[in-house]
């Protein structure tokens, strides 16, 4: 055992250590003066274990943190289709979206694949728990989302023949990278 551990009482401590002599253990724990930092970023918590104060990420990573959110959008007890609703709901719309554009009717199956990533962005922001659907921090996932579905809204409502909107200044912008006019 190392010196700075060992003690002249002989008292064991918390971990297998030796308390010094006339420094009891807190609560079964090395008292704050004998705790190591290991990291810059670690210090002391209540019961005297080092525990991380940042969010700074480790140099390696043992774990992965789940999404805030990402737990099951149902009971525990429930049919695993049922627990994960949401993400299951969005790649439902998105699939049928697929499947009208693959039968000809590439307007109507493109908005439904926006429309779907915009549910899943309102049901990121309105649900706690949205299970699968939940990639990222919250903040992101809407973010990410919410302008997928808007651009792909976007894009089929403006595709041709006989868009339904008409952006003025998309015109002269193609005009002069596209035409030779």
């Known amino acids: 055992m190392p010196a700075e ?32 930092v290991r990291d810059p ?7 005297g274990r080092p525990r991380r104060v940042t969010r700074r990420f480790p140099l390696f990573t043992k774990d992965t943190a789940r999404p805030e ?20 709901a969005v790649l439902g719309l998105t699939g049928l979206g697929l499947l009208v554009t693959a039968f ?3 307007r109507f199956g493109t908005l439904l694949i926006g429309v779907a990533l915009l549910a899943g962005g309102a049901m990121r922001w309105l649900l706690p728990g949205v299970g699968m659907l939940a990639v990222r921090s919250r903040f ?3 973010v990410t989302y919410g302008l997928l579905g808007t651009v792909i809204v976007l894009l089929a409502l403006m595709a041709q ?11 002269d912008t193609l005009h002069f990278t596209v035409t030779n006019e």
């Open 140 to 142: 992101t996932d809407i």
């Open 104 to 106: 000809g009717q590439f």
């Open 161 to 171: 023949p006989n868009p339904l909107l008409q952006i003025p200044f998309l015109k």
């Open 69 to 88: 959110g990402g737990g099951r959008a149902a009971p525990g007890d429930a049919p695993a289709p049922a627990r994960q609703w949401p993400v299951l």
């Open 41 to 47: 970023v670690s210090a002391p918590d209540a019961e």
């Open 5 to 36: 551990h060992q003690a002249p009482s002989g008292q064991q401590a918390a971990g297998g250590h030796e308390a010094p002599a006339g420094r009891e253990s807190l609560g079964g724990h090395e008292s704050p003066e004998d705790l190591t």
